[in-house]
């Protein structure tokens, strides 16, 4: 199995503030490589998918990168709707693995 | 859309079949997949059915506990987790994909609580 990794688990912020999440997958990936978002009680919710393609109807403040093995989410200037918890997740291969999530507290 | 049958409680050793019903595309274009949450924790993915011909594909560690299917002519999916544990209990998604590269987890059920205690 393909193990996903997340760093930081957590991390504190200020609105307005720039955010970055990376994520590693334990072997190639391809740029197979999706973003969710969740917040308390609601089921995820997808921004990002192919690495860097952004879903529609999520705000352009978010953005993806990275190809192989190494990828990034960015939140350009973190809003107070974005303080929630952030999910990769490879569609290279199954089954199809989840990082341990980032959680983004109110700093 | 896609609506989930409710909230379930169970003793351990039983079995549970969560429902996850469909709308406002064709069942059959489109796969789905289930994942679970158990509480405070992160996402599992646990498998998926094509909703055209119902080929599974299961998470090998839930292998023999599991079995998904789909009933086409209600636009329904099915996951039945059988000799339930403790650890089963989680809150359960079914998942639609999307006609995208990766085919990305795009539309999520409510999700259906499992509890699993004696």
């Given amino acids: 199995d393909i193990q996903m990794t997340q760093s930081p688990s957590s991390l504190s912020a200020s609105v307005g503030d720039r955010v970055t999440i990376t994520c590693r997958a334990s072997q190639s990936i391809s740029n197979y490589l999706n973003w969710y978002q969740q917040k308390p009680g609601k089921a995820p919710k997808l921004l990002i998918y192919a690495a860097s393609s952004l879903q529609s109807g999520v705000p352009s403040r978010f953005s993806g990168s990275g190809s192989g093995t190494d990828f990034t989410l ?31 507290h109110i700093k | 859309q896609m609506v989930q049958s409710g909230a379930e409680v169970k003793k351990p050793g039983a079995s549970v079949k969560v429902s996850c019903k469909a709308s406002g595309y064709t069942f059959t274009t ?12 992160g996402l ?31 636009s329904t999916a099915y996951m039945e987790l059988r000799s339930l544990r403790s650890d089963d209990t989680a809150v359960y998604y079914c998942v639609r994909e999307l006609p995208l590269t990766g085919y990305p987890f795009g539309y999520w059920g409510q999700g259906t609580l499992v509890t699993v205690s004696s």
């Fill in chain 2, 44 to 74: 599992e993915w646990m498998g998926w059915i094509s909703a055209y011909s119902g080929d599974t594909n299961y998470e090998p560690q839930l292998q023999g506990r599991v079995t998904m299917t789909r009933d086409t002519s209600t």
């Fill in chain 1, 74 to 104: 960015t939140i350009s200037s973190l809003q107070p709707e974005d303080f929630a918890t952030y999910y990769c997740q490879q569609s290279y291969t199954t089954p199809r693995t989840f990082g341990p999530g980032t959680k983004v």
């Fill in chain 2, 30 to 41: 489109y796969g789905i997949s289930w994942v679970r949450q158990a509480p405070g924790q």
